[in-house]
């Protein structure tokens, strides 16, 4: 079968165009920018275009069964005009074209964000409130938007499902991703302290199957939580220094503190051009909701491995890719398969 990728060099992407030669399909990769990695593979056709090229889209997507769109553009800040246009217009813009082209399916990778995690009732599930609130970030509320912009084109004809993956992390990743980043500098002793909280994490590889399995499965026009399991980020940290025979972090600190001293830091964050130090970063520790994957267990299988397993396959990969000596943490700005910015 012939299926396509958008966001093919990213994250997501990378491991979701080998679980589809995996499964022997040929695959059509479309991104920007050439992918990290040594990625020639005879199932597989890499080719430059934009997102917002709908007459190009369309063409490559020509005898097309299947469309993946993972492309998005990550951030923590509040407003950020070309992240707004990425998620919302580059959403309709890909699904027109898969329309025009008469693909038999369309699988938007979008993300938990566009749920309100911050409700109080601590339980996420694919009926829960959307990101509408102007006080979420621009991620969360893109999302969203991004998700109602694929619902006109599905209301035009086009058989289209969404996946809304939580915290993604683990192998494979040339990136590295915010989550991979902060793991692989545990793993390097590099990490005397982290901060409380935890967070509902999944392995990419997990997600990757996830998205052929909405694929095969989704019923058309609904969402798909593909969450994992809950875990403490400064257990994670100390695992991966232990895996790696490294120095562990001794303690956690607070969150209440770490609320005191955001307004002083974000300030001087965003100076050092980074997002990462927010009262957006923190609030999404801080409501760790539990997520309902039961959904997506019931209708598509899936069924995501035990975070124990991902963190010594990425202690793995790390050590054998040499990532531990030489790459650094991608941009806090990226165009990227999607990934949730809180923890991404």
């Not at 392995?203 to 694929?215: E, H, K, M, N, S």
């Not at 959904?295 to 010594?312: F, Q």
Request: glycine residues 8%; contains cysteine.
């Amino acid at each position: 079968m012939k299926v396509a990728v958008t966001g093919a060099a990213g994250f997501v992407g990378t491991n979701l165009v080998n679980q589809l030669v995996a499964d022997g399909h040929d695959v059509v990769a479309i991104d920007r920018v050439s992918p990290a990695h040594d990625s020639t593979h005879p199932q597989v056709t890499w080719t430059s275009i934009d997102i917002f090229d709908s007459e190009s889209l369309a063409h490559a997507f020509s005898g097309v069964d299947t469309v993946y769109h993972l492309v998005a553009m990550i951030t923590l800040k509040q407003s950020d005009e070309v992240a707004w246009r990425v998620n919302t217009e580059g959403v309709a813009s890909t699904a027109r074209a898969a329309l025009t082209a008469g693909v038999r399916r369309f699988v938007h990778c979008s993300s938990i964000h566009s749920f309100d995690q911050y409700t109080d009732n601590g339980l996420v599930d694919e009926t829960s409130p959307r990101s509408v609130d102007p006080g979420l970030p621009v991620y969360d509320r893109s999302k969203w938007a991004g998700e109602q912009e694929l619902h006109k084109v599905i209301a035009d004809g086009l058989d289209a499902v969404i996946c809304n993956p939580t915290g993604v992390y683990g192998p494979v990743d040339h990136g590295l991703s915010r989550i991979n980043g902060m793991l692989r500098d545990a793993a390097q002793g590099k990490v005397p302290v982290f901060v409380e909280g935890t967070f509902d994490l999944v392995d990419v590889r997990d997600v990757a199957r996830g998205l052929t399995l909405a694929a095969q499965h989704g019923v058309t026009g609904q969402n798909y939580l593909l969450g994992g399991s809950q875990v403490r980020l400064f257990d994670a940290m100390q695992t991966m220094a232990g895996l790696c025979g490294r120095f562990r972090p001794l303690f956690a600190i607070p969150l209440s503190l770490i609320k005191l001293i955001v307004p002083i830091a974000e300030p001087i964050s965003n100076l050092l051009g980074s997002d990462l130090v927010s009262r957006s970063s923190i609030a999404a520790l801080v409501a760790q909701p539990t997520v309902d994957i039961s959904k997506a267990a019931t209708e598509l299988g899936h069924r995501p491995r035990p975070s124990a397993d991902t963190l010594a396959d990425l202690a793995s990969f790390l050590c054998d890719s040499e990532q531990m000596g030489s790459a650094r943490p991608t941009s806090d700005q990226r165009f990227e398969s999607a990934v949730p910015s809180s923890v991404a």
